[in-house]
């Protein structure tokens, strides 16, 4: 057979011996060619006559031939290699060519012709023989095909291509050949080990070549590039001396693919690889500075999209020891004073520290030296310079710094090129500090040319490009200062339907365009636009989603505090459906942005017994990814960035499946609304056994609304309170309590007394004649009190009139004589809490009690021992009941008392945290039990928690809205009434019984 395999034997004669043996099968192992650093074997076997079968003779001629015209032509070939003689190769070309129409298809030496003539062909192509490199390849292609994986010949088959695919690719630079080129390594590297032949001759020679060619090719942000350099890395394992140029690479492509579209994989991607990069490159290595630099560029870009603090603090100190390493006279001082400058500049727009604007400037102004007039990099440095003057001006209100920041912009636009593919950015960037300038000083024709520049640098930006967000950003701003000033309504117009395009532009993180719909709702809400119940639905959506992304309960909060007023947010949408009358809508918006945090933590702990009845498959994937999901959370805390990094590319990744399953099962019939925010019709259930009041705290009105048990919702005015009364009074409550606390049993509590009554007259008694006369709801009925803002620290249920009947019968009603009062955090979570009351298990009773807390966590408290004895007297003698106490009362043994009882005392120290509500704990003998490790517990058969403990229910002063607290912690652990204290005192109760 004609096969090519490796070399048998080490061949000990000359070339010119083995000429003179011509007419003899040989075996040819030839030197390197020129430009191919391997060399190849091929091999002409003896073909013997096949006597005593039919056709033999004819058929034992015919492969005699083949053979005798394959030697000859392996013998031209090898003069060829040493004389150069075009005419030698031209012949062997004829005889592989002679061999090739000998051997059909079918022909067992098909591939072997195929791979003579085409071995033969590509000597000419690398010779500037004019052959044509596409039929060569085209044979290889052919032979290949013939030879499978497992054919013996399958590994030098792709070295073949290979070396033509390189040859190809010298003639035309296209990716595609190093596309194909790349992937035949990949498949042979894995059958070809180190020591084999073909490693020998030269394979990773060709790789290495091709791979360098990969790592200098133009930033490509296309998949295809991408992918190409992706498959480059695969290739360069750790070691490989091309591993850094080759993550460099993919690194630039993914950075300038997000852009152009914006896409935090790309991003996140990025870094991972730039972090790689910075560990393969310690301190004293010629390129430390460039990828410091390029690291601390893609951490500013992602705190830009997701902004968490920790990625501005680390690019700044990445981009300072960058810095160092660039001293006064580097070449590339001046970029690294400008990175600098940069991401000062971002985080002072954060949070407005003026050394972080005022050394940006400096920064800017020192870099600007370094590149004078004729520099073809000025234009860049210019137009910061300008950035960073126009945010010191808006601080500090210099109007001689945004003044020079025009004559900068109109400089750095006068050199740029119009082609240039950043010019769009000096547009919008010009026209915002003119529409500052106009703010200032009234110049129509600074707005003018503003709104004209704008919509300049839209017309050259691609529908989702991401820089199109800062054109709509820029844009609002000035119609809305020309709006301020002129009161044209089409200026309005103009400006609300930018702030729609700006807080909808996919590409954007969620952070941006939470705050562009948050300055939408001022500005609607300012104006009395019409668009404002629509902006506050947009904003409560973007927010959900962006707290959503966050991987821990920590982090969640952190990115709830994160906006200023994002905290208001919940009831400032329920007060302005409220004054459009639409009071349903009212109820809906207040339950979405409420309890976020519990919501979006309740919703990987859905039931899904339904859906396991109308799909099982979809209810076990959730469940698996649910599991996943709470598992992950807190993994992104790592102090390794770059597996802190990883934790939180894998948790988006899980949350991306999470969100695809969801929507497919919604796609179910019944199943249209699951995990969405829930519509008044559905809320309205949690009236079911008494209407649920929802106070309405809200710096535009102060209202209530009353769900009953069916048909619409009622409006209750408070007309003579206003949000700032409500503040004070949370705040004289707060006193009165405090002092009535310090006095003897038998002293009158006077000023509590006198807030109590402000508390009946001004708000509980509107509601109570809405109660009595629109509903007509019976005395001793319940309701359930659920309160927002300001409300959720006012004892409601104590509002007392302290007053006599008119006619002198007796103490007018308080509220608590003429119903029973509960509170509820939220409406789902009464209807959540119902529905897991359906599950009946044997009841069991745990009292605990700790009595001497560890240190550090409060003082004795002795009277805790007795408190547990008088509880056990109350409980009946058929329910098991436990006591928990002293040295049992710790983390641990409370934590699994309440996983596996059904009620539960508790009688001990209770704190509060105000500045980390999530580290709020119960005290016990040897370390506290927090609302954390309560949010991590389950308890699915608990019913009932008496906190016998000081403020278990008070709530973040931050974020009211969210009921961060040890009762609602109780409640998220599967408690269906739970009965906390809002001071040291006070107690309120949220249950359903």
């Known amino acids: 057979m004609l096969g090519n395999g490796e070399v048998i034997g080490k061949l000990q004669t000359s070339w010119d011996e083995l000429l003179d043996h011509a007419d003899e099968p040989f075996e040819l192992s030839f030197p390197p060619v020129r430009g191919v650093n391997s060399s190849v074997t091929l091999k002409a076997a003896v073909i013997h006559a096949c006597d005593n079968q039919d056709r033999a003779p004819i058929d034992s001629l015919i492969d005699r031939e083949i053979a005798r015209e394959t030697d000859a032509g392996h013998v031209r070939l090898a003069r060829y290699m040493i004389h150069k003689r075009v005419s030698q190769l031209n012949d062997a070309v004829e005889r592989f060519q002679l061999v090739l129409d000998r051997c059909p298809v079918d022909h067992p030496d098909h591939a072997a012709a195929l791979t003579n003539l085409a071995w033969a062909r590509l000597q000419g192509y690398i010779q500037k023989n004019p052959q044509d490199i596409d039929a060569i390849t085209s044979l290889f292609r052919e032979a290949l095909e013939l030879r499978p994986q497992g054919h013996p010949d399958h590994a030098l088959s792709l070295y073949h291509l290979i070396v033509a695919l390189k040859w190809r690719w010298s003639k035309e630079r296209a990716t595609v050949y190093i596309h194909e080129f790349l992937q035949l390594c990949c498949k042979l590297l894995p059958i070809c080990p180190e020591a084999s032949y073909l490693r020998s001759i030269g394979v990773d020679s060709e790789i290495d070549y091709m791979i360098n060619e990969c790592n200098h090719l133009p930033i490509d942000a296309l998949y295809e590039g991408i992918h190409l350099q992706q498959v480059v890395l695969e290739l360069c394992p750790l070691g490989h001396r091309h591993r850094t140029t080759a993550l460099d690479k993919l690194s630039r492509d993914l950075r300038a693919r997000y852009e152009q579209h914006g896409s935090i994989d790309d991003l996140e991607e990025s870094i991972q690889l730039r972090r790689e990069i910075v560990s393969l490159c310690p301190e004293g290595h010629f390129d430390r500075s460039a990828y410091l630099n390029n690291l601390a560029y893609s951490l500013e870009s992602r705190f830009d999209h997701q902004g968490k603090s920790h990625d501005i603090d680390e690019a700044i100190s990445l981009h300072e020891e960058a810095l160092l390493l660039r001293p006064v006279g580097h070449i590339y001082r001046d970029f690294s004073l400008g990175n600098l400058g940069g991401a000062l500049r971002t985080r002072f727009n954060k949070w407005g520290d003026v050394d972080d604007i005022n050394r940006a400037v400096s920064l800017y102004r020192e870099a600007l030296t370094l590149r004078p007039p004729g520099n073809p990099r000025r234009d860049t440095m210019l137009n910061n310079l300008a950035l960073a003057l126009n945010n010191r001006c808006d601080k500090l209100h210099d109007i001689e710094d945004l003044n020079e920041a025009i004559d900068l912009c109109r400089e750095s ?150 906006f200023r007023r994002a905290q208001s947010l919940p009831v400032d949408a329920a007060s302005c459906a409220v004054r459009s009358n639409d009071l349903q809508r009212a109820v809906e918006l207040v339950e979405h942005g409420r309890g976020q945090q519990w919501s979006l933590a309740s919703r990987l702990r859905t039931p899904l017994e339904d859906l396991k009845s109308a799909s099982p498959q979809l209810a076990q994937t959730l469940a698996e990814l649910s599991k996943r999901l709470s598992d992950a959370q807190g993994s992104t805390g790592s102090a390794d960035k770059a597996a802190a990094d990883q934790a939180a590319i894998n948790y988006m990744k899980l949350t991306r499946q999470w969100e695809a399953t969801v929507a497919e099962i919604r796609n179910l019939q019944g199943f249209s609304r699951f995990l969405l925010p829930p519509s008044y019709k559905d809320l309205q259930a949690a009236a079911c056994h008494g209407p649920v009041i929802i106070l309405i705290a809200s710096k535009y009105s102060c209202n209530a609304i009353v769900v009953p048990t069916s048909g619409q919702p009622h409006h209750v005015r408070f007309p003579r309170i206003t949000f700032a009364d409500l503040e004070q009074l949370k705040d004289d409550f707060a006193t009165a309590i405090r002092h009535a606390a310090r006095m003897h049993p038998q002293e009158p509590r006077k000023k509590l007394r006198v807030r109590l009554r402000i508390l009946w007259d001004e708000i509980m008694l509107p509601i109570v004649n809405v109660l009595q006369h629109d509903l007509k709801l019976q005395h001793k009925s319940r309701i359930w009190l659920c309160p927002t803002a300001a409300f959720t620290s006012i004892p409601l249920h104590a509002a007392n009139p302290f007053r006599m009947n008119t006619d002198c019968s007796g103490k007018e009603s308080c509220l608590e004589d003429l119903y029973i009062c509960s509170y509820t955090p939220t409406l789902s979570a009464l209807i959540r809490a119902r529905q897991a009351m359906k599950m009946r298990v044997t009841p069991s009773f745990a009292a605990i009690g700790q009595s001497e807390p560890g240190a550090g966590q409060g003082d004795m408290l002795p009277a805790v021992d007795n408190e547990l004895e008088l509880v056990q007297t109350l409980v009946p003698p058929n329910i098991k009941f436990t006591n928990i106490s002293k040295d049992e009362a710790t983390q641990a043994g409370a934590l699994n008392a309440l996983q596996c009882n059904t009620w539960v005392h508790l009688a001990c120290h209770g704190k509060q945290d105000l500045e980390q509500p999530y580290n709020s704990y119960f005290a016990m003998r040897d370390k506290p039990v927090t609302l954390l490790d309560i949010m991590e517990n389950n308890s699915p058969q608990a019913e009932f928690a008496f906190l016998s403990a000081c403020h278990t229910a008070v709530g973040d002063e931050e974020t009211p809205d969210e009921a961060i607290h040890l009762a609602a912690g109780l409640q998220f652990l599967g408690f269906k009434s739970v009965v906390g204290t809002l001071w040291g005192s006070m107690t309120l109760s949220q249950n359903t019984s």
């Open 413 to 562: 636009l006068r050199l740029t090129r119009g082609d240039h593919p950043a010019s769009h950015r000096i547009l919008f960037n010009l026209s915002s500090a003119l529409c500052s300038r106009f703010t200032r000083t009234g110049k129509n024709k600074d707005v003018e040319e503003a709104i004209r520049l704008c919509q300049e640098s839209l017309v050259v930006l691609p529908s989702l490009h991401p820089d199109r967000y800062s054109s709509y950003k820029w844009l609002q701003e000035s119609y809305m200062s020309r709006y301020r000033v002129q009161h044209d309504p089409d200026d309005l117009s103009f400006a609300v339907e930018n702030f729609r395009l700006a807080s909808g532009h996919p590409t954007q993180g969620f952070p941006r365009r939470v705050q562009a719909a948050l300055n939408r709702v001022d500005e609607a809400e300012d104006h009395q636009h019409d668009s404002a119940l629509e902006a506050y639905q947009t904003c409560l959506e973007l927010f959900d989603n962006h707290v959503m992304t966050r991987s821990s309960i920590i982090s969640r909060r952190e990115a709830a505090t994160a």
